[in-house]
């Protein structure tokens, strides 16, 4: 599974950008658990949200409503809209394919940076 990130940039404080993973390859993608993860100065890469495969979000508590995922599986993307952003939230996005088991393994973006000036 190949994952490519589009959508980043830089933002002023408050503002907004639409984060988007297309997904391509062999496996059956509607199978994955999708997430979006960052990382900032630090080496964690917290959960920022996530989609299972029948659409059902969860978010990490910093988002606080900010965020919405959702999923395409027809187009095979997902989409991270994030409002309200704020300097805290700059950082490195990165797209996750995950909970499939072994046998449809993991699979990771290149990443995309996020900056969001005050």
């Known amino acids: 599974v190949h994952l490519v990130e589009s959508g980043g940039g830089s933002v002023q404080s408050g503002g907004s950008l639409t984060l988007s993973c297309a997904a391509s390859g062999d496996s059956p993608l509607y199978e994955y658990t999708m997430s979006w993860l960052r990382q900032g100065p630090g080496r964690e890469r917290p959960l920022v949200a996530k989609i299972s495969p029948d659409g059902t979000p969860t978010y990490g508590d910093f988002v606080k409503g900010r965020f919405t995922i959702t999923r395409d599986d027809f187009e095979h993307t997902t989409t991270l809209q994030m409002n309200n952003l704020k300097p805290e939230d700059t950082a490195v996005y990165y797209c996750?394919?995950?909970?499939?088991?072994?046998?449809?393994?993991?699979?990771w973006g290149q990443g995309i940076q996020v900056t969001v000036s005050s």
């Open positions: 996750y394919a995950g909970g499939g088991g072994p046998r449809l393994g993991h699979h």
